[in-house]
C-alpha cells in the first residue's frame, strides 16, 4: 500500500522450502596435476611451426570424502604462420588446440556433505489475500481490501503447516526432494573442454602499426548434467530430517555427470585488431569482434559460474522444444573498442598521461518462459513410465531463446596517469579514472518469466495445455499471460553501472 506495508497473496501452489544440511562437511580436496610442452620450429624465414602439448590429471574429493573425480585428459596445439615474404610485412597464421577447465567444486560437490538438501512443501492451508477464484483480492484498485500483512501471513501459513505434519509430512512434498549424496551424487566427473580453431592475416602499417584480422571456431564439450532416468534406478532412504522427525522414503536416484551428445554450445566470430603510433607520445587503437554463441544450453550463470543441464533429468518429461537451439545468452554479435593514449608531457623525471575509452556491445539475447503442468503422478498427458516420483512441472518457452536483446550498451572512460621516476629502475604513478564519463545507462537484465495457470495466472483467465504437444500453439490469454513486469528491470543490477569516480 502507499504506507510500504507489503500484503501478500498466497493460496494454490504456494511451497515451503525447508533446506537442511544432513552432514556436515570435513573439507573438499580438489587437485589438478599438469605437465606441458611446447617448442616453436623457425623452419624457414617464412615458415614458422608452434606445438604444444598439455597433460592434466584431476583428483577431486567432496565434503565427505568420496571421489568424484579422478580423469585425465590430453590436449594438443599447433600453429603455423606463413611469412609472404619474409619481412613482417603480411603474416598468415592458422592453429588448432584444445583447451581443458579445472572441474567446477561447485558442481563436483553437488552430492556431498556440507551442501544444503531441498525439502519443498505444498501449502494447502487457508487463501491469504486471495479469491476463491484465484485472484488477488486486494490490490492497487482496492487497498481497503487487504487484510493480511507479511508477517501475519508467515504465521496463517506455519500454523497450518505445523497442523499438518510439519517438515516430516511427505505428503506434502510437490516434487522429488534433493537429498545430497542419496538421492543425488556425483561420479566420475570429467574436465569440460573447447576444441578451437583460428585462420587470420596480420599487416604491418609501415613501421608504426599493424593490422590483424581472425577466424576463430569454438566447439565445447563435456558439459556437467544431471541424469535421471530409469536405467540410474531408486534408491532408498531412511533418517531423521530433524531431531526427533524420522522419514522414510524411496526415490528416483539422479546422478551428477558429463553430457556431450545431447548438449551444444558453439561460438564463432571474426576478431579485428588495429594499432598506430603517431610519434613517441601518441597512440591509437582498436578491436572489433563479430560474434555468434549458438547452441542450446550456456553451461554458466552470471551469479554461479558452471551449472547443471536437466536434459537428462526425467528426459520424457522435458516440453517440446525447451532444448532447441538458437542463440545463447553469451552471445554478443557486435562488440567495438577504441582508445587513445597521448604523453602530453613526457621528461626524464615525470610524465602526465591521458587516455580515452569507447566501448561498445550490442544487447544479447533472452526468452519467454514460464511454467506448465508435466504431469507427475496425475498422468495427465501421458502414462508415467515408471518413476517413484515424476516431476508435476516442467519449464516451457513460450518464445524463442532468443526472440529478444536486452539494450545495447555504449561507454566512454578516460583516465589521467602521473608517473615519477626514482632513479632508473623505480617509478611512483597516480591514476585516477571516471568510468561512463556522461552516464549512459542502458537495461542489462530483465523479467522473462511468463504466467500459465501453473504459476501465477488464474484459473478464470488461464487454462492447462498440454506441453508435449508440438502441433499446439499456446495463446496468450487463453494458455498464459505475460507478467506485469515482463521485458522490464526488477532491480538495480539490472542496469549498466552509473559513472563512476
Known amino acids: ?43 624457414s624465414p617464412k615458415w614458422t611451426i608452434n606445438v604444444g602439448l598439455r597433460y592434466d590429471q584431476n583428483d577431486g574429493k567432496d565434503g565427505s570424502g568420496a571421489t568424484v573425480a579422478d580423469d585425465s585428459r590430453i590436449s594438443p596445439r599447433l600453429g603455423v604462420s606463413y611469412d609472404l615474404k619474409g619481412d613482417g610485412n603480411w603474416v598468415f597464421n592458422a592453429s588448432a588446440a584444445r583447451y581443458v577447465t579445472a ?26 489475500n486471495m479469491n476463491e477464484d484465484g485472484s488477488a483480492q486486494c490490490g492497487a484498485d482496492h487497498p481497503e481490501l487487504c487484510m493480511y500483512t507479511s508477517p501475519e501471513a508467515m504465521e496463517i501459513m506455519f500454523e497450518w503447516f505445523e497442523a499438518n505434519g510439519g517438515i516430516g509430512n511427505t505428503d506434502l512434498w510437490y516434487s522429488q526432494p534433493a537429498i545430497r549424496g542419496v538421492n543425488q551424487v556425483v561420479e566420475g566427473l570429467q574436465s569440460p573442454y573447447a576444441d578451437e580453431f583460428t585462420i587470420g592475416v596480420s599487416k604491418r602499417l609501415g613501421t608504426r602499426g599493424m593490422i590483424r584480422l581472425d577466424y576463430v571456431r569454438r566447439e565445447f564439450h563435456d558439459f556437467y548434467s544431471t541424469e535421471r532416468t530409469l536405467d540410474t534406478g531408486t534408491v532408498d532412504w531412511t533418517d531423521e530430517i530433524a531431531p526427533g522427525v524420522p522419514v522414510s522414503a524411496s526415490f528416483d536416484l539422479g546422478v551428477v555427470v558429463n553430457e556431450d551428445d545431447l548438449l551444444r554450445r558453439e561460438y564463432d566470430g ?34 554461479s559460474g558452471p551449472v547443471t543441464s536437466g536434459v537428462n533429468n526425467y528426459p520424457e518429461y522435458n516440453s517440446v522444444g525447451y532444448y532447441d537451439d538458437g542463440k545463447l545468452g553469451i552471445d554478443q554479435t557486435h562488440k567495438f573498442r577504441a582508445w587513445f593514449s597521448w ?12 587516455s580515452w575509452l569507447e566501448n561498445y556491445w550490442s544487447g544479447s539475447p533472452y526468452g519467454a518462459t514460464g511454467t506448465t503442468l508435466a504431469g507427475g503422478g496425475y498422468d495427465w498427458w501421458f502414462e508415467d513410465p515408471g518413476y517413484l516420483s515424476p516431476p508435476l512441472w516442467n519449464s516451457y518457452r513460450f518464445a524463442p531463446r532468443d526472440a529478444y536483446l536486452f539494450d545495447d550498451v555504449h561507454r566512454s572512460d578516460i583516465a589521467l596517469n602521473f608517473s615519477f621516476f626514482v632513479g632508473k629502475s623505480v617509478e611512483i604513478f597516480l591514476q585516477p579514472e571516471v568510468l561512463n564519463v556522461f552516464n549512459e545507462s542502458a537495461v542489462t537484465d530483465v523479467n522473462t518469466k511468463i504466467n500459465t495457470r501453473s504459476y501465477g495466472c488464474s484459473s478464470s483467465v488461464c487454462q492447462y495445455f498440454n506441453p508435449f504437444d508440438a502441433s499446439y500453439t499456446p495463446v496468450e490469454g487463453l494458455d498464459y499471460e505475460f507478467s506485469e513486469t515482463f521485458g522490464e528491470p526488477e532491480n538495480d543490477g539490472d542496469f549498466q553501472d552509473p559513472r563512476i569516480i
Not at 511451497?15 to 620450429?41: M, Q, R
Open 103 to 128: 572441474i567446477a567444486n561447485t558442481v563436483a560437490s553437488l552430492g556431498g556433505a556440507g551442501v544444503p538438501s531441498w525439502m519443498g512443501y505444498e501449502y494447502g492451508g487457508p487463501l491469504i
Open 1 to 43: 500500500d502507499n504506507a510500504g506495508v507489503f500484503y501478500p497473496v498466497v493460496g494454490s501452489y504456494a511451497e515451503i522450502d525447508y533446506w537442511p544440511i544432513f552432514n556436515l562437511s570435513s573439507g573438499t580436496n580438489y587437485k589438478t596435476n599438469s605437465i606441458y610442452a611446447n617448442d616453436t620450429w623457425r623452419v
Open 270 to 303: 571474426i576478431h579485428t585488431a588495429i594499432q598506430y603510433r603517431f610519434n613517441d607520445r601518441l597512440q591509437v587503437g582498436g578491436t572489433y569482434t563479430w560474434s555468434k554463441a549458438y547452441g542450446n544450453f550456456d553451461g554458466e550463470t552470471s551469479g
Open 343 to 354: 604523453d602530453f608531457i613526457s621528461t626524464s623525471r615525470w610524465n602526465m598521461n591521458v
